[in-house]
């Protein structure tokens, strides 16, 4: 059953947590699961002579997003100057990293899921409570449903 958080934070109208704040919230429950970014609008330099513009495609374009380590996933969270639209799961086997059509079949084969849409509000699905409770008390203006 997935724990759903929703963090609102925001500073003269504008969401405040970034990325990277969510990533060290999650701290190392992110270890050990298999990570991909499914959906990216964003600005910002991600290095290695790739364009975020060419990143974006490389991602949509794919079935199974952008995998990486969650090394790899903090080191890249950091390099967005602004994020409009993201989802990025983490399973616990490499076969549940794809997309799929219905939410509730992403929910129920990925262990985190962290969602930004239109820049309005992180969601953050979990099915596990500790990492809802750790998001809860690190975030101010939070919503929970599961």
């Given at each position: 059953?997935?724990?759903?958080?929703?963090?609102?934070?925001?500073?003269?109208?504008?969401?405040?947590?970034?990325?990277?704040?969510?990533?060290?919230?999650?701290?190392?429950?992110?270890?050990?699961?298999?990570?991909?970014?499914?959906?990216?609008?964003?600005?910002?330099?991600?290095?290695?002579?790739?364009?975020?513009?060419?990143?974006?495609?490389?991602?949509?374009?794919?079935?199974?997003?952008?995998?990486?380590s969650?090394?790899?996933?903090?080191?890249?969270?950091?390099?967005?100057d602004?994020?409009?639209?993201?989802?990025?799961?983490?399973?616990?086997?490499?076969?549940?990293?794809?997309?799929?059509?219905?939410?509730?079949?992403?929910?129920?084969?990925?262990?985190?899921?962290?969602?930004?849409?239109?820049?309005?509000?992180?969601?953050?699905?979990?099915?596990?409570?500790s990492?809802?409770?750790?998001?809860?008390?690190?975030?101010?203006?939070?919503?929970?449903?599961?």
């Amino acid at each position: 059953m997935a724990h759903i958080i929703e963090i609102n934070d925001a500073k003269n109208g504008v969401l405040v947590p970034a990325l990277p704040k969510l990533i060290y919230e999650i701290g190392s429950k992110g270890n050990g699961l298999y990570w991909s970014i499914f959906y990216l609008y964003a600005t910002g330099d991600i290095g290695e002579n790739k364009s975020i513009v060419d990143f974006e495609e490389e991602i949509i374009n794919s079935s199974n997003g952008y995998c990486l380590s969650w090394e790899e996933l903090k080191d890249l969270s950091g390099r967005f100057d602004q994020i409009f639209d993201v989802l990025i799961v983490g399973a616990p086997c490499k076969k549940a990293i794809k997309k799929h059509d219905k939410e509730e079949d992403l929910l129920s084969n990925c262990s985190i899921v962290i969602d930004l849409f239109d820049g309005a509000c992180w969601k953050v699905y979990s099915e596990d409570e500790s990492v809802i409770g750790q998001l809860e008390n690190a975030f101010f203006d939070t919503k929970l449903s599961y």
